[in-house]
């Protein structure tokens, strides 16, 4: 698994990556990290760019320069992407995480393209049985052809 910096306006944030196609954004709790992901990354590679970073003041990236707002952390994650080249990207995760994706959807509804489940089955196992490609009641990825 890949572990990288990238720059943003308010200094670098750290990311774990694997796998490639379209971007997939797993977006981390608060008192958290990209760390939170490690092992469900690998699983959902083998269809998607799965990448997990960290926002600032968590993780390895550089520290918050004040206290952030919502909007700030969305900004934040909307950078993120601008450095890696993502125009759009499937993104989720709990509590914190699924905040931020919706603040994303809300304000930039072009650069989501779909928000996911902020768990799967399996999930306090950490153990993923919920295939991509299965159908759900909620707005999911799909790798059929």
């Known amino acids: 698994m890949k572990r990288g910096f990238v720059d943003v306006p308010v200094g670098q944030m750290h990311y774990r990556a ?51 707002s919502m909007e700030e952390y969305a900004q934040s994650v909307l950078s993120f992407m601008d450095a890696l080249g993502i125009q759009q990207a499937y993104m989720g995760g709990g509590y914190f995480g699924a905040a931020i994706s919706l603040r994303c959807a809300a304000g930039y509804p072009e650069r989501v393209r779909a928000i996911f489940p ?25 790798t059929k052809g």
Do not use: K, N, R
């Open 18 to 68: 694997e796998g490639s196609g379209e971007p997939l954004l797993f977006l981390h709790m608060t008192q958290s990290s990209s760390l939170h992901f490690v092992q469900v990354i690998p699983f959902f590679s083998q269809h998607y760019w799965a990448i997990a970073p960290d926002y600032p003041g968590y993780g390895d990236s550089d520290p918050a320069p004040h206290l952030y």
């Open 118 to 142: 902020p768990t799967w089955p399996g999930a306090s196992s950490v153990t993923p049985t919920w295939p991509p490609s299965c159908s759900s009641p909620w707005t999911w990825p799909s």
